[in-house]
C-alpha cells in the first residue's frame, strides 16, 4: 500500500523538485500540494495524509507552528534552507530534516524512514483491531481456553450451556443469550432456542435438523428459512 503525501512550501521550485521525487518513489502517492498552513489546514481536513513534507520558513504562520496546532499529525519530514530548527524539529518527533537543496538520495532515506515507521503503524493497528481467535470459559474450578474453530454446537441446560467441541464437552455457568453475544456473528447462528451452532460444522440439512458429525440438532420453524438462508448462502449449486 502507498502511502499519501502532501507537500506544504511556498516555494514554487521547492514543490516541483519535491513532485519529481515522490513521483518517482512507487510507495508514493502524491495527494495534493499547498502554498501555506491555510489550504494545507483544508487539504488535511479533506482527504486521508499519512506523510507531510513541511517547509519551516513560509508566511504568516511557520511549519513549526502550524505542526503545533495539529491534533492528529501525519508523519513529518521538515524540508528548510536553515539549520536552526533542527533540534525543535527532533522535539517535535519529526521523522527526518532535510536541507535545501535536496538531494534524491537525501530525499530516499529520510521517506524509506517514515516508510518503515507507516509500516510499523499499520502492524501494530491490524494487530489492535484482529478479531481473536479463541476465548477462555470457566468450567469446573478451571478456566478451559477454546478456539472457535474447534466449538462445533452449544447447548443449554436452563443456566448452563454445554459447548461441543470435536474432542470434548464442557459445561460452563452461563445463559446461551450470553454466550451468543460474544461470538464472532459471522461464524456462528442461532437455529433453536437452546442451540447455537458453528456454520463452518454444518455436515448437512434434513428436514428440521442440522447434522454435526454424529449430533442432531433441531432447527425452530420461526428460524428454518433465515436459518437455512443463511447457511446455505450462495453454496447452493442449482440445475
Same mark, same amino acid.
Given at each position: 500500500?502507498?502511502?499519501?503525501? #502532501?507537500?506544504?512550501?511556498?516555494?514554487?521550485?521547492?514543490?516541483?523538485?519535491?513532485?519529481?521525487?515522490?513521483?518517482?518513489?512507487?510507495?508514493?502517492?502524491? &495527494?495534493?500540494?499547498?502554498?501555506?498552513?491555510?489550504?494545507?489546514?483544508?487539504?488535511?481536513?479533506?482527504?486521508?495524509?499519512? *506523510?507531510?513534507? $513541511?517547509?519551516?520558513?513560509?508566511?504568516?504562520?511557520? %511549519?513549526?507552528?502550524?505542526?503545533?496546532?495539529?491534533?492528529?499529525?501525519? #508523519?513529518?519530514?521538515?524540508?528548510?534552507?536553515?539549520?536552526?530548527? !533542527?533540534? +525543535?524539529?527532533?522535539?517535535?518527533?519529526?521523522?527526518?530534516? *532535510?536541507?535545501?537543496?535536496?538531494?534524491?538520495?537525501?530525499? $530516499?532515506?529520510?521517506? =524509506?524512514?517514515? *516508510?518503515?515507521?507507516? =509500516?510499523?503503524?499499520? *502492524?501494530?493497528?491490524?494487530?489492535?483491531? !484482529?478479531?481473536?481467535?479463541?476465548?477462555?470459559?470457566?468450567?469446573?474450578?478451571?478456566?478451559?481456553?477454546?478456539?472457535?474453530?474447534?466449538?462445533?454446537?452449544? +447447548?443449554?441446560? =436452563?443456566?448452563?450451556?454445554?459447548?461441543? /467441541?470435536? +474432542?470434548?464437552? $464442557?459445561?460452563?455457568?452461563?445463559? #446461551?443469550?450470553? $454466550?451468543?453475544?460474544?461470538?464472532?456473528?459471522?461464524?456462528?447462528?442461532? &437455529?433453536?432456542?437452546?442451540?447455537?451452532?458453528?456454520?463452518?460444522?454444518?455436515?448437512? @440439512?434434513? %428436514?428440521?435438523?442440522?447434522?454435526?458429525?454424529?449430533?442432531? @440438532?433441531?432447527?425452530?420453524? /420461526?428460524?428454518?428459512? !433465515? &436459518?437455512?438462508?443463511?447457511?446455505? %448462502?450462495?453454496?447452493?449449486?442449482?440445475?
Amino acid at each position: 500500500m502507498k502511502m499519501n503525501c #502532501l507537500i506544504i512550501d511556498d516555494e514554487p521550485i521547492a514543490r516541483k523538485g519535491l513532485r519529481e521525487y515522490i513521483l518517482e518513489s512507487d510507495f508514493l502517492n502524491l &495527494v495534493g500540494e499547498c502554498e501555506d498552513a491555510l489550504r494545507a489546514s483544508k487539504q488535511l481536513s479533506e482527504q486521508v495524509v499519512d *506523510l507531510i513534507y $513541511l517547509d519551516i520558513e513560509m508566511p504568516k504562520i511557520s %511549519g513549526i507552528e502550524f505542526l503545533k496546532t495539529l491534533r492528529h499529525r501525519p #508523519l513529518v519530514i521538515f524540508t528548510t534552507a536553515y539549520p536552526d530548527y !533542527a533540534l +525543535e524539529g527532533y522535539n517535535l518527533d519529526v521523522i527526518d530534516y *532535510l536541507m535545501k537543496p535536496i538531494t534524491f538520495e537525501r530525499f $530516499l532515506k529520510a521517506t =524509506q524512514k517514515a *516508510l518503515e515507521v507507516y =509500516q510499523m503503524k499499520r *502492524l501494530a493497528d491490524d494487530k489492535r483491531h !484482529a478479531q481473536p481467535d479463541h476465548f477462555f470459559i470457566k468450567s469446573d474450578s478451571k478456566y478451559e481456553k477454546i478456539a472457535f474453530s474447534d466449538v462445533r454446537y452449544v +447447548e443449554s441446560l =436452563q443456566n448452563y450451556v454445554v459447548i461441543h /467441541t470435536a +474432542e470434548k464437552k $464442557l459445561i460452563a455457568y452461563m445463559t #446461551l443469550a450470553g $454466550l451468543e453475544q460474544q461470538l464472532p456473528p459471522d461464524q456462528f447462528i442461532r &437455529v433453536h432456542k437452546s442451540f447455537i451452532v458453528s456454520i463452518a460444522s454444518v455436515k448437512s @440439512i434434513d %428436514g428440521n435438523e442440522i447434522i454435526i458429525g454424529n449430533a442432531r @440438532i433441531p432447527i425452530s420453524r /420461526t428460524l428454518k428459512e !433465515a &436459518v437455512v438462508e443463511r447457511i446455505l %448462502g450462495k453454496n447452493l449449486f442449482k440445475r
